[in-house]
């Protein structure tokens, strides 16, 4: 069976305060269209299973193999293949952030304790997430603060 990244309730979200000026430098994992939004507080429909439910993250449009970036510095958590989420990515970030980076190729650049900095090639896009295979080669990114997940938008604000 998969890894799970996180588990909550649905409504259950990271409320995120701006951390101090210069201590997180964000950037998006990969330039493309979000194709499908967070959505923690309300069910949203999933195109390949049919069914609605929780999105801990957000749906990036990416070429197949475009290279995914560290959206900031940190350290490789974890790297895995996931049955549901595909190949995944996950970095510690100062301030009790961590961001998932799944649906990725099997050429994960990173192993675990390998410190990125933001922008440093983690892996490539791929379209190894089954449940969102509809969705075609793209990146699931999600994000946590201080273990509760909460909307990669507003991380990506952070920058």
Known sequence: PGQKYTETTPGETAQATKPTAGRLSV????????????????LSYNQTTRDW???NGIDLAAEDNAPVMAAADGEIY???????????????????????????SDAVAVKPGDK?????????????????????????????YQDLPMDPAEFLKLG
Do not use: K, Q, W
Request: proline share 1%.
């Open 27 to 42: 950037c998006a994992p990969v330039e493309g269209e979000v194709i499908s939004e967070y959505a923690m507080e309300a």
């Open 53 to 55: 439910r929780v999105h």
């Open 78 to 104: 974890t790297v895995f293949e996931d049955s549901t989420m595909g190949h995944t990515v996950v970095i510690r970030h100062n301030d009790g952030y961590t961001s998932c980076y799944s649906s990725l």
């Open 116 to 144: 990125v900095a933001m922008g440093d090639t983690i892996g490539y896009a791929a379209d190894s997430a089954i449940v969102e295979s509809a969705l075609g080669s793209h990146v699931h990114f999600s994000v946590t």
